[in-house]
C-alpha cells in the first residue's frame, strides 16, 4: 500500500508560480512511475505530467509544457510540480498518483493505469 499527499496548492496571480509536492509513505516507492493530474469543475479529470521511477523518463500535456515540471526524489519520498507562468486555465484540483511498474523508463498518462491517489490540493490562478 501506498498513502498519497499533496501540498502546496493555494491562490495565485495570473503569471505566478507554485510548486506542489506529493509526499508518499509505504514501501517501494523508488518503483512507481508517479503522475499529477488535475480535475476543474464541469470537467473530467485529466493528465498533467508523469515521471518514471527512474526520473530517466517525463511526459506532459501540450497544454502545460515548457511552463511545468515534474521532478521527484526518491530519497524523501516526493514527487515535485513546478507550475509556472500560471494562467486562470490551469485551476483546478490537483491530484498525485502513482503506479508500480518493473520498468525503470516508463510514464503512463491514462489514470487507469495508476493504482494510487492522494485527496487532491486546490489550485486558483486569479485573472
Known amino acids: 500500500q501506498v498513502q498519497l499527499v499533496e501540498s502546496g496548492g493555494g491562490l495565485v496571480h495570473t503569471g505566478g508560480s507554485l510548486r506542489l509536492s506529493c509526499a508518499a509513505s509505504?514501501?517501494?516507492?523508488?518503483?512507481?512511475?508517479m503522475g499529477w493530474f488535475r480535475q476543474a469543475p464541469g470537467k473530467e479529470r485529466e493528465f498533467v505530467a508523469a515521471?518514471?521511477?527512474?526520473?530517466?523518463?517525463?511526459d506532459s500535456a501540450d497544454s502545460v509544457k515548457g511552463r511545468f515540471t515534474i521532478s521527484r526524489d526518491n530519497a524523501k519520498n516526493t514527487v515535485y510540480l513546478q507550475m509556472d507562468s500560471l494562467k486562470p486555465e490551469d485551476k483546478a484540483v490537483y491530484y498525485c498518483?502513482?503506479?508500480?511498474?518493473?520498468?525503470?523508463?516508463?510514464?503512463?498518462?491514462?489514470?487507469?493505469?495508476?493504482?494510487?491517489w492522494g485527496p487532491g490540493t486546490q489550485v486558483t490562478v486569479s485573472s
Open positions: 509505504g514501501r517501494s516507492f523508488s518503483r512507481y512511475t
Open positions: 515521471i518514471s521511477w527512474s526520473g530517466g523518463s517525463t
Open positions: 498518483a502513482g503506479t508500480f511498474t518493473s520498468d525503470s523508463l516508463r510514464v503512463y498518462s491514462d489514470y487507469a493505469s495508476y493504482w494510487y
